[in-house]
């Protein structure tokens, strides 16, 4: 089963406009921390935001929000006022519990698209 | 603050050879992880390395192994490559016992096996 499900392989968002990547995970753990990552055509993973399980507040920072949605296990990001250079592809990803080996699960991404 | 470099950027290689993948850590970063990106695919976790002692690792077999340096830097080894070995490598360096382990990733090195 897959740890981490990202449903929009590809989204199309007008500039200007607020845009929503979906998320959902799985995990038996009750310490968990979730991350969001940006990734342009470049390569390179950059990061965006965290949110821990244990966080009653939703993360932001700047123009990026995670909506933590602790019982569904849903963990979207949300950037407002998309700008042309948002163009890129955005992964999801989960670190489970506080394990040894601090691993990062990622999902499949979703490649977001910003119309001018 | 220096960020996590990688060397080289591309390469190409035939099956059957080895390969070695670079990676220097950001500066007051104790631990290093790699991971796969194939095409289309998210980054898969290979291992990670912590003073430089081997800490955790992914569903790769043995002829992906790594070292760490007393420096933090790292390198992975891939030998008697495969076709499949084609992606992109990533390295990500971290603080162990920061607020969250942030992993803080290089530019990558695509490797192409022909």
């Known amino acids: 089963a897959q740890k981490i499900t990202q449903t929009q392989p590809g989204m199309f968002v007008q500039e200007k406009e607020a845009v929503t990547l979906d998320c959902t995970y799985d995990?038996?753990?009750?310490?968990?921390?979730l991350f969001w990552y940006k990734q342009p055509s470049s390569g390179e993973m950059i990061f965006l935001i965290y949110?821990?399980?244990?966080?009653?507040q939703n993360a932001t920072e700047g123009r990026y929000s995670l909506n933590f949605q602790k019982a569904r296990k849903s963990a979207n990001l949300v950037i407002s006022a998309s700008q042309l250079g948002d163009s890129a592809m955005y992964f999801c990803?989960?670190?489970?519990?506080?394990?040894?080996?601090?691993?990062?699960?990622f999902g499949k991404g979703t490649r977001l698209h910003i119309l001018p | 603050e220096t960020g996590v470099t990688q060397s080289p950027t591309h390469l190409i290689k035939t099956r059957g050879q080895q390969v070695t993948l670079r990676c220097s850590s950001q500066s007051g970063h104790n631990t290093v992880s790699w991971y796969q990106q194939a095409l289309g695919q998210g980054p898969q976790f290979i291992f990670q390395y912590y003073r430089e002692e081997e800490n955790g690792r992914g569903n790769f077999p043995p002829r992906f192994s790594g070292l760490q340096f007393p420096n933090y830097s790292s390198e992975l080894n891939v030998n008697a490559l495969e076709l499949d070995d084609s992606a992109l490598y990533l390295c990500?360096?971290?603080?162990?016992?920061?607020?969250?382990?942030?992993?803080?990733f290089g530019p990558g090195t695509r490797l192409t096996v022909l």
């Open positions: 949110q821990g399980s244990y966080d009653e």
């Open positions: 995990t038996s753990d009750q310490s968990y921390g």
């Open positions: 990803a989960m670190r489970e519990g506080y394990v040894r080996d601090d691993k990062i699960i």
């Open positions: 990500a360096s971290s603080l162990k016992g920061s607020s969250y382990n942030e992993q803080f």
